[in-house]
């Protein structure tokens, strides 16, 4: 057996070596050590092969939204038939926040699993297994649940949520998407909870392998801000919401705060915390004064550079920097490290518009664009409800200005409004503004084509923040969640492959307010309001031999069909599978029907061809796998009669020739025409012109000749003859 990577990126059982080492040789030897190969295969598929993880909202702290190591899903794979709803978990309530990968997470009990969270509502975290539903992976690898009832600790609710039913949920508990730091196994991620009437917020750090808390958490979040004007102001967990995506940056842990989607007792914060001892580094009040102005960018994460600023983006509240306040509204702010400093900030000279008609630049969510040519190499990107795109040099944000003449560039009502971020990619920017078309913009120097390169004919009903999967530069798709379902397009045409509502099968659940997907480990991952969906590419058969025979009709193929069933991800041989065989009803029997694949993946037929001639499609198929077609050509048996196969009975002048020519058709006994056969024609001398005299058969089964008639009229036979066979006589009349 020979293990290699395949060209999907996968480890791949050579079939060939497969089929030499344990089907043409069944010997017990030989399948002991074809199942020690596999074993030794399976290994390297779990160690060699895992996909990067993704383990933070949007997949990087520059908030790209991209996956580009991502080698299985491409554009040639991403449709209908090879790709689709593969299973689901159960959750217990709402997630809002996108799911998170991490591979090769070692389970106590359990062993190595490549993993994937989900954080919901109500106050629970899962960790499920990343490739399965079945067997020990049927339920959650564990959970853990923050509330005790018992002892009056519950997710708030009620009137403790002041802004009521905002975001079509009844209980806030985990909203933000948390962060994980791969390197100690550690998520970090913030709790609401009603403790005996009181709200609070918590910061836990789990350890990604058992849930149990670590590092001395949780720690409960506080924070009071005193503004230059001696306004003091303290954090109320009451009013509000951690909704962005948590940030960890050097080793801190970075979370933002706003309202809970209205207007009330409610400030915007960003709280910063030491990622080992939980201790609270940094407090940032983005309007200490006067409260709202809130941080909330769609669910996105708060985003950062590699020198360690990080870039909130803020809403509605009173606007008074350019009076000498600390209202830093509709702005992005540029904060130092730890400590939060304020270093720079840029806020739109339209503030007061935007701010009168609910446009918030925290609807969207901004990114950091990697280092650009050009004397502006240090790009950021924001963009929200009011639908202008600002491309901001991060030397110098511009703070305030009348007409944003300090800026790189605006584009203003180039795409609809944002509710969430745009996805980065091989120097594209995509966007997915609500009511709009997918937008891709393309970046140089670090400015953006000033109108889309390209966009989707449709326009996308949801707002949805655009995912990108690709290997490097190359295979790149377009992931989005529209209209109720899952969409991908192809990253560089932006041509449709594939959405969830082409098939019933595929069908994708109601999903939470600005919910993610997330493409990893060669699937899609989707947290709805009741699940985790699961999508990826389908298991798949090839055929192992016996493909493309050709048969006498009714006879049966000369060798069986063999085809191998191999696991979609890593190429392996799938025994115990049940693949049923059919040719559409045509009329050929397959025995059996269908078959249990051996220990190679083997499943064979044999297949008895019809009684009509032609080309048959036989399909192979098998649940949770993508439908396998051969072919299979029946020929025409022997020749048995001679019939009209056209231009008997016809009448014409005497001497001329007849319109249509005489056709000879050489039937088997199942009534297919048999080609090459030679028929000689003759009308015994009585006076007619045949061109040809003879003639072969074409693939019908037809020999043709024309009729000069005799000179006097009557009625003349003509025979078409060929050793074996009974003649057969045409009629035809000169008049």
């Not at 948590?246 to 914060?269: A, K, P, Q, R």
């Amino acid at each position: 057996m020979t293990c290699h990577f395949s060209s999907r990126g996968t480890v791949m059982v050579d079939p060939s070596a497969c089929l030499r080492s344990a089907g043409a040789n069944r010997s017990k030897s030989a399948r002991i050590i074809f199942s020690a190969a596999l074993l030794l295969c399976l290994a390297l598929v779990s160690t060699s092969f895992a996909q990067a993880p993704f383990p933070t909202s949007l997949g990087d702290n520059a908030r790209t939204a991209a996956n580009t190591t991502e080698t299985l899903l491409s554009p040639s794979n991403v449709n209908k038939n090879d790709f689709g709803r593969l299973f689901s978990f159960p959750t217990d309530y709402v997630a809002q926040a996108q799911p998170l990968y991490v591979p090769n997470v070692d389970i106590p009990g359990k062993g190595v699993h490549n993993v994937v969270y989900v954080v919901t509502m109500k106050d629970t975290v899962y960790a499920f297994d990343a490739e399965s539903n079945t067997g020990d992976s049927a339920t959650p690898l564990w959970s853990v649940n923050f509330t005790d009832p018992a002892n009056g600790i519950t997710t708030a609710s009620g009137t403790n949520l002041p802004c009521g039913n905002e975001g079509g949920f009844l209980e806030e508990g985990i909203l933000a998407t948390p962060a994980i730091d791969v390197a100690t196994n550690t998520m970090y991620l913030v709790a609401k909870t009603d403790d005996n009437g009181t709200v609070v917020h918590r910061l836990h750090a789990l350890d990604i392998a058992t849930g149990q808390e670590k590092l001395g958490g949780p720690v409960v979040l506080s924070a009071t801000s005193t503004s230059n004007a001696g306004h003091v102001t303290v954090f109320n967990s009451l009013h509000q919401k951690n909704r962005p995506g948590e940030l960890l940056m050097n080793g801190g842990v970075y979370l933002g705060f706003g309202s809970n989607g209205c207007n009330d007792s409610n400030t915007g914060w960003v709280l910063a915390y030491d990622a080992t001892t939980l201790q609270q580094t940094g407090i940032f009040n983005t309007n200490p004064d006067h409260g709202l102005t809130s941080i909330w960018q769609s669910g996105g994460g708060l985003a950062a550079d590699d020198a360690g600023n990080l870039y909130p983006l803020t809403s509605e509240g009173k606007f008074d920097v350019d009076t000498g306040g600390q209202g830093y509204t509709e702005a992005v702010l540029k904060l130092s490290g730890s400590s939060l400093d304020l270093t720079d900030y840029f806020i739109p000279w339209d503030v007061a518009f935007i701010n009168a008609h609910d446009m918030d630049l925290s609807g969207g969510s901004p990114v950091v664009l990697p280092d650009q040519g050009g004397p502006f190499p240090h790009v950021l990107v924001a963009s929200g409800k009011q639908g202008t795109i600002y491309v901001l040099n991060r030397d110098n944000l511009g703070m305030y200005a009348p007409n944003d003449s300090q800026i790189i560039q605006e584009l203003a009502g180039v795409i609809g409004s944002m509710r969430g971020a745009p996805a980065y990619w091989d120097s594209k920017l995509y966007f997915s503004a609500k009511a709009d078309p997918l937008k891709v913009f393309s970046v140089s120097g670090g400015m953006l084509s000033p109108a889309p390169v390209v966009q989707t004919s449709a326009k996308l009903t949801g707002a949805h923040t655009p995912a990108i999967s690709a290997n490097g530069n190359t295979d790149g798709v377009v992931w989005v969640i529209n209209g109720g379902g899952l969409f991908a397009y192809d990253a560089i045409t932006l041509k449709m492959l594939y959405n969830s509502k082409q098939l019933a099968r595929d069908a994708l659940p109601t999903v939470g307010h600005f919910a993610t997907q997330t493409v990893a480990n060669g699937r899609v991952y989707v947290a709805t309001r009741t699940s985790l969906e699961v999508y990826g590419l389908f298991h798949y058969m090839s055929v192992a031999s016996g493909g493309g025979q050709s048969a006498t009709v009714a006879t049966a193929l000369p060798a069986p069909i063999e085809v191998q069933a191999l696991h979609a991800y890593t190429n392996l041989p799938f025994p115990g599978m049940t693949v049923t065989f059919s040719d559409g009803g045509k009329g050929g029997v397959f025995n059996p029907p269908s078959a249990l694949t051996d220990d190679s993946g083997i499943a064979a037929t044999t297949y008895t061809l019809p009684t009509k001639s032609g080309a048959y499609t036989l399909t192979a198929s098998a649940t949770g796998f993508g439908n396998l077609t051969t072919t299979a050509t029946a020929l025409p048996g022997p020749p048995v009669l001679i019939v009209s196969g056209g231009g008997n009975k016809q009448t014409g002048p005497a001497g001329s020739v007849l319109p249509v020519p005489l056709a000879a058709k050489v039937q088997d006994a199942y009534k297919n025409g048999v080609p090459g056969i030679t028929v000689t024609f003759d009308d015994s001398g009585q006076g007619g012109v045949l061109t040809p005299t003879s003639a072969v058969t074409d693939a019908f089964g037809k020999a043709r000749t024309t009729y000069q008639l005799p000179s006097i009229p009557g009625t003349y036979k003509v025979k078409a003859s060929t050793p074996g066979l009974k003649t057969f006589k045409f009629t035809e009349t000169a008049q």
